[in-house]
Structure formats: C-alpha cells, structure tokens
C-alpha cells in the first residue's frame, strides 16, 4: 500500500529553520515527482517545491525561492524540506504528494497520493 507520511513540524520563530520530511511507503520515491504543497486557514491548498523524479531537477515557489530546499535520501526513500529563514506567513499545514511521472506539477489534482499533513507555525 503506498503511504506518505510527514514529520518535523512544529513551532518555529522567524529567521529560524526546520526541517520536514516526507517518508515513502509501498513505493520507491525516486521514480515518482514529488511536491511539497501548503495551506493556510482560510486560504487554498498552494504549491511550494517539488522534486523531479529521475535525475531530480527541484522546482520552487517565487515565495520560498532563496528559503527552502528540498531534496531526497534514496536510501531512506525520503525527501525533505528544509526551511531557511521562515516568516509568519509560512505558518500552513504542510502536505507532501506524489505523482507517478516524471515531471513535477503546481496542480493538486494532478497528484495521486498525499500524506496526512504537518503543522507548521512561524512565531516568536
């Protein structure tokens, strides 16, 4: 059965860093893209980052460009997120997913499989 789950939310005060991570089951994560998404109360669930699946090209959010890093631990069958430098308006529930082509997507419909979700909030 192929599952995601995230981990390493959590509180975190602004100019901080934290660290996500996106564990793969059931699958091998590296012949699939997969996308780091985010959502707000309120707001619309919204692409930040995602991970080619093959050779790995990464793909970033004008808002995260320069903050966050994703990358991948094949051995692990993870991948993660690092996030640099947050502001309050990072503050979302964090969401990986996984689509079974190569190519990455900003859509969330165009992703088969999701995780659960971890909280991230940016306050001091």
């Known amino acids: 059965q192929l599952q995601l789950v995230e981990s390493g939310g959590g509180l975190v005060q602004p100019g901080g860093s934290l660290r996500l991570s996106c564990a793969a089951s059931?699958?091998?994560?590296?012949?699939?893209?997969i996308g780091w998404f985010r959502q707000a109360p309120g707001k619309e669930r919204e692409w930040v980052s995602c991970?080619?699946?093959?050779?790995?090209?990464?793909y970033y959010a004008d808002s995260v460009k320069g903050r966050f890093t994703i990358s991948r631990d094949n051995a692990k069958n993870t991948v993660y997120l690092q996030m640099n430098s947050p502001n309050p308006e990072d503050t979302a529930v964090y969401y990986c997913?996984?689509?079974?082509?190569?190519?990455?997507?900003?859509?969330?419909?165009?992703?088969?499989?999701w995780g659960q979700g971890t909280q991230v909030t940016v306050s001091s």
């Open positions: 997913a996984a689509r079974p082509y190569l190519y990455c997507s900003v859509r969330t419909y165009e992703y088969d499989y």
């Open positions: 059931g699958f091998t994560s590296d012949g699939y893209a």
């Open positions: 991970f080619r699946a093959g050779y790995g090209a990464t």
